[in-house]
Nanobody
Framework: QVQLIESEGGLVQAGGSLTLSCTAS????????MAWFRQGPGKEREFVAY????????NYADSVRGRFTISRDNAKNTVYLQMNSLKPEDTAVYYC??????????????????WGQGTQVSVSS
């Protein structure tokens, strides 16, 4: 059974940090671009970051660049999102996603094949 299991999010004060993890089961991530998206209240799902299947390239949304870091551990079949200097506008449900094998990373929801169930991150001011 194909699954992406995200770690529990949480409530963090503005300026704080939080790290999310996403572990895949039923498939290997080592030939797949992996990404994080988020969906804030009343908003559409938006791109946050991806790590290319090659393991040598990452990309970030302008709103999180310099504050968030995406990484992957293929041996553990897990991708991470380290979030620093959190802001109230980062409050959202965060989703892990996987592309098809050897597919180059994109910031578009439509290009991702597998999705996690989402985890809530709330940032208080």
């Amino acid at each position: 059974q194909v699954q992406l299991i995200e770690s529990e999010g949480g409530l963090v004060q503005a300026g704080g940090s939080l790290t999310l993890s996403c572990t895949a089961s039923g498939f290997s991530i080592d030939s797949r671009t992996m990404a994080w998206f988020r969906q804030g209240p009343g908003k559409e799902r938006e791109f946050v970051a991806y790590t290319q299947w090659t393991g040598t390239s990452t990309n970030y949304a302008d709103s999180v660049r310099g504050r968030f870091t995406i990484s992957r551990d293929n041996a553990k079949n897990t991708v991470y999102l380290q979030m620093n200097s959190l802001k109230p506008e980062d409050t959202a449900v965060y989703y892990c996603a996987a592309q098809a094998v050897l597919y180059n990373g994109t910031p578009f929801v439509r290009d991702y094949t597998y999705w996690g169930q989402g985890t809530q991150v709330s940032v208080s001011s």
